[in-house]
């Protein structure tokens, strides 16, 4: 029996109405970007009237469908797509009308997935009203559009083809330095304290000229608009306690967090400004050191931890350690010595910090050996080599900041202070030879220095130390 010839197939014009090689449909995108339209255009606006400040609650169904297009956004195809659609002007049109917080984040996130493709990130970066509007959002007081803004402008940073435009353009708005300070101050949200803090450490890292615009935007009234049309004045913001509060937040939640924010400090330290900013706050930069002692005499790097732990605290230990250093040698400089009689001086417990700069020096003794170890078993292995030889530079960056502070500070210690040390532990056979061994040749003059002031507090030690370096005996 004959049979009626079957309908033409489907996949034809299932295959035009696909996204790229996605199975994304063009007809679905398209509506939901007509529908956005619809959120933002007069017909739909006029006839509601909000009280200035209520927020519009987002349809149930119209979220699931934005959400979607955010997850697809992360593919190219469909980036591209909506970048053909207008999609950012849609965007910027919705951040001007639109009182919904979470449809504004849904938008910015949108916008953050498709600025990784750099195509498309040159051009929503040359987009100077779009540009002005996205900085516009770190003023929001909405958490979650703050963290999509962001994550936007890390990416955007991250790129070497535009990087520059952004940090022109943040340079000539002063309301950012005024918004994220205030972030940085006030949120108690880790997540986005984290990624305010990898905008501004990348911000610092590319341009040293708006690194000391922010350092001196402390010392003058804040030239920034008010946030929301509020009638109160922006506090003056200043750098460093902005940044100190936010490291309190994220240290014991998100080591990564701390180990960002412990680099923005070191950034400000490679500049004299930075330096005295931090150095001549209010309290003369005592926050800061008690900060950083703690850190390093109480939770890093702790005798109960196994050696190895150095090699995961390295980076940060290394930025602690440089800030540490340039205070030292800065207040070193201004009268130290009339300093450390007062009771408010901050280097009052020097031992401690000697005895963990000590601790981290034997740490790292184990790890090289370590490493030595794992470069002979893996000799045929690149991967594993470039591996080792990776964090044998880290931890060498590490060393050499260690050897720099604990010799400026074994250069400063007194008798009393020397007594102190041997009394609590600090100092014995074990560490000051360790201490020797790291620091000889390159900081004789600071061994041979604290040799003498040991020499007065304990006669035996110093004379077996002589014994173990000949080399100091030879100059006593």
Not at 203 to 225: R, Y
Request: with cysteine; proline share 5%.
């Amino acid at each position: 029996m004959d049979r009626n010839p079957s309908p033409p197939s489907s996949e034809v014009e299932e295959e035009e109405d696909a996204v790229g090689n996605t199975v994304y449909s063009k007809h679905w995108l398209f509506s939901i970007l007509t529908r956005l339209i619809e959120v933002i255009s007069p017909e739909k606006t006029e006839p509601i009237v909000r009280p200035e400040g209520i927020q519009m609650e987002l349809d149930e169904e119209m979220e699931n469908d934005i959400c979607k297009v955010w997850d697809m956004s992360m593919d190219e195809d469909v980036a591209l797509f909506l970048q053909e659609f207008n999609a950012p002007d849609i965007f910027m049109g919705i951040f001007a009308k639109s009182k919904c917080p979470r449809l504004t984040e849904i938008c910015v996130g949108i916008l953050g997935n498709m600025a990784c493709f750099q195509d498309i990130c040159m051009s929503i970066s040359k987009d100077e009203n779009l540009g002005q509007v996205l900085l516009q959002r770190l003023c929001d007081t909405d958490s979650p559009t703050l963290l999509e803004t962001s994550r936007l402008l890390l990416t955007c940073l991250s790129q070497p083809e535009v990087a520059n435009i952004w940090v022109e353009r943040i340079r000539e708005n002063p309301s950012v330095y005024d918004c994220v300070c205030f972030i940085m101050s006030s949120s108690t949200n880790v997540e986005l304290l984290v990624k305010v803090g990898e905008v501004v450490d990348k911000l610092f890292d590319l341009d040293e000229e708006l690194m000391l615009n922010w350092i001196k935007n402390g010392t003058c009234p804040s030239v920034g608009p008010s946030v929301d049309d509020s009638p109160e004045e922006i506090p003056d913001f200043k750098i460093v306690p902005c940044i100190l509060e936010a490291a309190k937040q994220v240290r014991s939640d998100n080591p990564e967090g701390l180990d960002v924010y412990m680099h923005i400090l070191q950034l400000l330290t490679t500049v004299d400004e930075g330096i005295q900013a931090i150095v001549q706050v209010p309290d003369g930069g005592k926050e800061t050191w008690s900060l950083l002692y703690d850190l390093v005499c109480h939770e890093l790097c702790q005798p109960d931890d196994p050696p190895i732990i150095v090699q995961e605290q390295k980076t940060v230990l290394a930025s602690i350690l440089s800030v540490l250093s340039a205070m030292f040698a800065s207040q070193t400089e201004q009268e130290y010595t009339k300093m450390r009689k007062s009771k408010l001086c901050f280097f009052f417990l020097d031992m401690p910090l000697i005895g963990s700069l000590i601790r981290i020096l034997q740490y790292m003794e184990g790890c090289g050996k370590r490493a030595g170890d794992s470069s002979k078993e893996s000799e045929q292995e690149e991967t594993g080599t470039a591996d080792v030889n990776d964090e044998d530079f880290h931890l060498k960056i590490l060393k050499d900041i260690c050897c720099e502070l604990l010799s400026n500070m074994l250069q400063e210690l007194t008798k009393e202070h020397t007594l102190e040390g041997l009394h609590q532990g600090h100092l014995n056979e074990q560490t000051c030879s360790c201490a020797f061994q790291n620091l000889l040749p390159l900081y004789f003059a600071s061994v041979e220095s604290f040799l003498e002031v040991l020499r007065e507090a304990d006669q035996t030690l110093a004379d077996n130390l002589e014994k173990r370096f000949p080399s100091l005996k030879v100059h006593s």
